[in-house]
């Protein structure tokens, strides 16, 4: 692994698993990443595989920090009891544990909402911003990170909020794949996205929200047209994030 890296970041995607050596004085790729895509049978093994062909085209010294952004909530120490992007064998499996055993080294893992989160609040457009950060990724669905004066609180799945005057699901209403699907205009989804961003400042009086995801490269189409009091910014990261957050948080763990 190249000299200018402290840490190694992989995200795991339904489609795509993503790894790179992370520069974390830069908060960026030491190294171009590498894309593998994800198997059709994306079952532990095969998905602990891919991982570590990433670690050894690398050449990931034993002493790195390894970190894992999994779509999934994370609790260390006990087995995984939903998944909806990869195979459902992953329930009840430790995902820590599935990978230290593939790597044959210690990982850690974290949602890939909170690694993309964290991205955002030490390297991106929430640098510096103390009080309640609150990240959200527009795409599929909606994946949210809160993070309090730098500390991560994980595993939130607040896309799922219920939405005020029966408007349901929030994902199910205002996610970026909705927009897509009802060929909605951008100005059009943003009324869509002001009713879930009123209602998350209503019950969390957040300092400001970030918004990640692929549709964050053309924010200034819907983010002027949010109306709500509290600052919300596009990521400044994008794809890079989850990568980055990862490596991030891991090297946060070591000797923890």
Known sequence: MIETAQAFGVD????GIKAAPVNLEKGEFAQPRLKILTPEHSTPEAV????????????????????IAFPAPIKPGQKLDYMANLDQSWIGVDVTEVFSEACGRPVTVVNDADAAGLAEQQFGAAKGQEGLVIATTLGTGIGTALI???????NTELGHIQLLKGKGDAEKYAASSVREQLDMGYKKWAKRLTKYYSLMELYFSPELFVV?????????????????????????????AGIIGAAYYASTKVGA
């Open 12 to 15: 795991i995607g339904g489609s």
């Open 148 to 154: 309090y004066d730098g500390v991560l609180i994980p």
């Open 48 to 67: 602990g595989d891919i991982v570590r062909q990433q670690l050894e085209h690398f050449e990931v010294p034993e002493e790195a920090p390894v970190g």
């Open 212 to 240: 990640g995801g692929g549709v964050s490269r053309v924010s200034e189409k819907f983010l002027p047209y949010v109306d709500i009091k509290t600052p919300i910014v596009a990521a400044k990261l994008h794809n890079e």
